[in-house]
Each structure stands twice: as structure tokens, then as C-alpha cells.
């Protein structure tokens, strides 16, 4: 079974390369189609024969750029796939000169690439994005150390062809080696300002760093700022009492907690930047701790050298060759900076200020604590409270709602009284006044409180309507001091109270039955009075009607809901009447 399946594949083989060769023009052979039709794009292997416009562009334009290249001219990038690339340097050979990519130089908001010559080189430029046709559109000038210009801006002019004939380019000039010089290339379109291309060039020689260090600390009675005082003076000591140098070769301070950072100043530099390590050594353990890289200034933190010890600071030269790759730290031009860190003068004042400020932190949080419990149990009552003063609006509207059904229950059973003895003239009347009091009822049925003028009358209305059925009399005195159209009070507050004075007390009296209403103040109390001169009953027993245990319990109610204004019920019966006194505290 195997033999067969290699059979077929070798078949189908066949069958396709003789396919193949039939595709091929009648002057082409199979062994030439690697040389002739395909090129490679990066890994891509491309049939020119049926490649786009696009794609014959693209390979054009490599076969030029890599002429250009063959001619030694360098890239930062790849122009075949980034425009911004476009611009290329050539070195004079034989120099001895070492090449590197530098960091980006900041212009306004751009960063311009640059290369360091560490040596006498010097340098072509050519830009390789434009022909003789469209170099009309394009302006270039070149700088020396960004003051002085030394070709003004100009469209490019010389045009140059590679060794092989295969590729052309704009050539910018060559410029030749001046110690500590930088030169500066800009181009661009001055139709499309984006196709702007720069490149900085840097023949200052990589030094060790210059540094200049000193100690920043915090002075309470002079501001929130860090002080800076040097650590490369030699009597700074005589004024700093945390510095103990006496010697530069032999810098030494002591840790203090006002102590923040060490600020460092590394000189003017070149386009590089410092690889910059620490290295300690505590209590005979040593580490290297790397800082990252820097140009110019850098800020060490006490967290790093916050115990006694040996410390040296270590700052390296960081390159890098043509293309990006990562070489090496030129360690041959590093600067050191030694110093030691004393432990503190005083050691056990020291740990006695850490232990107060944690001692101190525990009573803060231990008050926070406390604090929030008391206002945690207090929002716990609060709620409670608004829960119960709910509870109470809801039971008082349930009391008052059985109090009006009651007070309907009464009033009908008048008229049925006078219906049933055939008086219909005085049923008719006392029909006429209880429709008008009912009215006003229900009008004032959603409202806790009203005026004290709308509860007389409200009482005016009912003591006038049961008039016609018992034949007694009635008064209803308020205080001059009151303004009773102001002044409020629980709605029918008084209805229960008058209604057993008439119904329990005075009815079988006819017109020697008397009762008397008084609404007074006394300070700031509202007094409210009922009186009778019926046959009176015993108070110290439970409440003789149901209108009574309604009021006691709904005055209950008011209490809960207004605390800072009790109400009090006192009656006073005997045989001779009864006074119902109601106390309304700091009421008014």
C-alpha cells in the first residue's frame, strides 16, 4: 500500500512541473525562472510576471536603495519601509573612526535621530527619496552646533549616480571633521511641510561624565522646598552639621530624616546617554543595584541609601552601533563617585521619634475607630427614630381614621333620634349642619394640623347641630394672645372630648345643660379645656367610651412624633361635671 501512495505522489510531481513549463514563454527555460522572473522582497519570494504596479515599484525601489548602499552609504532605519529613513551618511574611510547611533535630539515637538563619530571622520549626505523632476519642491540647509549655517536653505541641485549605474541621488555635500562639532541636516517639501526629514551629527568626544553631587534635605523652619548643600565642598561640614567630609577623596555624611535625595548632575554631555549603577556595600553584603540610563541629571532617592554603609555611583558610557543592536558600555570611560553614610548622632532619639509617630499613629487610629462607632451607633439610632416616627404617622392616621367613622356614627344616630319623634323640621336643620360639618371633615382629612380658627369652627358647627336635639348651651372663648388663624393644632382634637361632654354629660339636662370651651396660653403652652356640668364619671376607671380611649391613644402618638413638644391629658369628673384639660407644651 505504501509503494502505491509513493507511486501517485511521484505521478502528480510529474504532472505538475510539465504543467508548469507549458506557462513559461517559448524563450524561457526552467532552469532560468530564480534569476529572471522571481525576486525576493525580505522572505517573500515574488513572480514578476504577475506582480502589481505596486509591488514592481517596491522592488525597483530596493534594487536602487541597495545600490545606494553598495556606494557605503548608511541608513538610521529602513527607507524601503519608512519614508522618514530617506536621508544617508557616508564616512570617510580609513580614519579609525568608531560609529554609533546616538539618542534622539528634541527640537520643538520633533526628535531627530543622530549619529556619533568618536573620531576624525568625515561625512557625505544624500537624500535618496527624490529625482531631478521633483527636487524643485524641495528645501534643505545644514547647521554647525545649531547657530551657524552653513548652507542656507536651497533646493538640492547636484545629483549624483551610484558605481553600477543603477540608482541616482540627490548629494548634499561633504563636510569634514572640526573638533567638538555637530552638525544639523533638515529637508522638506514645501508643498507637503510632513515630508520633512533631519539628521544630527555629533563629533564631540564621549567623556566621562562631570559630575557634581549634592544632598537635598527638608529644613522645617525655612520652607516645605529642599535645601541643595554639595557634597564636593570641602567646609561645607562647618555648616551642615549631617556632613562629616573632611577630605574629598572621602565623602561621608550622616543619615538624618530630613535627608530626601541626592541630586546629580552629570555635565554637558555628547548624543548618549550614562548607564548609571549603585553599589553598596552593608554590614560586609555588597549589591549592585542599576539605576537606568541618563543624560544630563538624576535624582537618588534616600530609599536607596537610607543605612550606614559603603555606596559608590557608577556612570558608563552607553552606545550603540548602526542599526540599533546593543554593544557595550564604553567602561573605559566610566566616572565613579564614592561616599559613605554614617549612622545618626542620635541613634536612641531616633528610635524614640519612630516610636512616637507610631505611637501616635495607633491613638489617631484608635480615635478613628472610636469616632466612627459613635457615628455608626448614632446613624443606628437615627435610623430607628425615623422608623418609629413612621410606625406613629401610620397608627395616628389609622386613629384618625377610625375617629371620623365614629363621629359619623353619632351624628346619624341624632338624626335617627329626631326622625323617630316625628320632628321633621329639626331633623331637617340638623341634617343641613351635619352635610356642612362633614364637608369640612373630609376637607380637612388628609391635614394633621389646623388652624385653631378651622377647629372652632369646626366645633361651632357640631355644638350648633346637637343644640337642636338637646336644647343646652355652649361657649367657645380663645385668648386674645393667641392669633388663631396662625397658631395650629392637631385637626379635631377637641371633637371626642366635646362630643362626650354632649352625649354623656349634658344630654339629659335639656336647657340647663351648659358646656364651656377655653383655648388659653400660658408662656409658651397652648392650654386646651372642655368643660360640662353633666353628671361627671369616674376617671381613675378605664375611659367610658370609645371616642375617649381613641383621643388618649392618639395624643400617645402625637408624643412620639413630637418629642420636643408633649402633649399632656388631665380629667378632672365628679358629680358636679367634668374638665377635660389637654397641655400642649412649648407649643406656641
Not at 507511486?7 to 532552469?31: G, S
Not at 386646651?528 to 356640668?533: A, K, P
Amino acid at each position: 500500500m505504501k509503494k502505491i501512495l509513493v507511486l501517485l505522489a511521484l505521478v502528480c510531481f510529474i504532472i505538475e512541473t510539465n504543467a508548469q513549463k507549458k506557462d513559461l514563454p517559448a524563450d524561457t527555460t526552467a532552469e532560468d525562472t530564480n534569476d529572471k522572473y522571481f525576486k525576493f522582497i525580505g522572505s517573500i519570494r515574488l513572480d514578476i510576471r504577475k506582480a502589481t504596479k505596486e509591488q514592481l515599484d517596491f522592488i525597483k525601489k530596493k534594487e536602487i536603495l541597495d545600490a545606494i548602499k553598495k556606494d557605503r552609504f548608511l541608513f538610521l532605519g529602513d527607507p524601503l519601509f519608512n519614508a522618514n529613513a530617506a536621508l544617508a551618511v557616508r564616512f570617510e574611510k580609513n580614519t579609525g573612526s568608531a560609529i554609533y547611533e546616538g539618542v534622539k535630539t528634541s527640537m520643538g515637538n520633533r526628535d531627530i535621530p543622530s549619529i556619533i563619530i568618536d573620531g576624525k571622520a568625515g561625512v557625505d549626505f544624500a537624500y535618496v527619496s527624490i529625482t531631478k523632476e521633483d527636487a524643485k519642491d524641495y528645501r534643505y540647509h545644514i547647521v554647525q552646533n545649531f547657530n551657524n549655517e552653513l548652507v542656507q536653505w536651497k533646493t538640492p541641485d547636484i545629483f549624483r549616480t551610484t558605481k553600477n549605474g543603477k540608482a541616482a541621488y540627490a548629494y548634499l555635500g561633504k563636510f569634514d571633521y572640526h573638533p567638538n562639532q555637530v552638525l544639523l541636516v533638515e529637508i522638506y517639501n514645501i508643498k507637503n511641510y510632513r515630508k520633512r526629514h533631519a539628521i544630527v551629527i555629533d563629533w564631540r568626544e564621549i567623556k566621562p561624565a562631570k559630575l557634581s553631587v549634592g544632598v537635598e534635605s527638608i529644613r522645617d523652619n525655612l520652607s516645605s522646598r529642599p535645601v541643595y548643600s554639595s557634597l564636593d565642598e570641602l567646609n561645607i561640614h562647618k555648616y551642615e552639621n549631617f556632613i562629616e567630609t573632611t577630605d574629598l577623596n572621602h565623602k561621608k555624611f550622616r543619615i538624618s530624616d530630613s535627608l530626601v535625595r541626592l541630586n546629580i548632575s552629570l555635565g554637558r554631555s555628547g548624543s548618549f546617554n550614562y548607564n548609571v549603577k549603585l553599589k553598596r556595600t552593608i554590614k560586609g553584603t555588597t549589591e549592585i543595584i542599576d539605576l537606568y540610563d541618563y543624560r544630563s541629571q538624576l535624582y537618588v532617592y534616600r530609599e536607596y541609601w537610607k543605612l550606614p554603609g559603603e555606596y559608590e555611583l557608577i556612570f558608563t558610557p552607553k552606545v550603540f552601533p548602526p542599526g540599533g543592536k546593543y554593544i557595550s558600555l564604553l567602561n573605559g570611560k566610566a566616572a565613579h563617585y564614592k561616599f559613605t553614610v554614617l549612622p545618626p548622632l542620635n541613634q536612641s532619639i531616633l528610635i524614640t521619634y519612630k516610636e512616637f509617630a507610631l505611637s501616635i499613629l495607633s491613638i489617631i487610629t484608635l480615635a478613628g475607630l472610636v469616632i466612627w462607632y459613635f457615628i455608626l451607633r448614632n446613624r443606628i439610632r437615627l435610623i430607628t427614630e425615623k422608623q418609629k416616627k413612621e410606625l406613629a404617622v401610620m397608627q395616628l392616621s389609622t386613629v384618625r381614621a377610625q375617629l371620623n367613622p365614629h363621629f359619623m356614627f353619632n351624628a346619624l344616630a341624632g338624626i335617627q333620634n329626631l326622625m323617630n319623634k316625628n320632628d321633621i323640621d329639626t331633623a331637617n336643620r340638623y341634617l343641613g349642619k351635619f352635610a356642612r360639618l362633614t364637608r369640612n371633615v373630609l376637607d380637612e382629612k388628609s391635614n394633621e394640623l389646623i388652624s385653631i380658627a378651622d377647629e372652632k369652627m369646626l366645633l361651632d358647627d357640631y355644638l350648633q347641630m346637637e343644640q337642636l336635639r338637646f336644647g343646652f348651651t355652649y361657649s367657645i372663648k380663645i385668648d386674645d394672645e393667641i392669633n388663631a388663624t396662625i397658631a395650629e393644632i392637631p385637626a379635631m382634637l377637641l371633637q371626642p372630648f366635646v362630643e362626650n361632654a354632649v352625649k354623656h354629660g349634658i344630654a339629659g339636662l335639656s336647657t340647663d345643660g351648659k358646656i364651656e370651651i377655653a383655648i388659653t396660653k400660658k408662656q409658651n403652652n397652648l392650654v386646651l379645656q372642655v368643660s360640662d356640668n353633666g353628671k361627671g364619671f369616674d376617671s381613675t376607671l378605664n375611659y367610658p367610651t370609645f371616642g375617649l380611649n381613641l383621643s388618649k391613644s392618639r395624643i400617645e402618638l402625637l408624643n412620639t412624633i413630637y418629642k420636643d413638644t408633649p402633649a399632656e391629658l388631665s380629667i378632672n369628673s365628679s358629680n358636679e361635671g367634668t374638665i377635660i384639660t389637654i397641655l400642649l407644651k412649648d407649643w406656641l
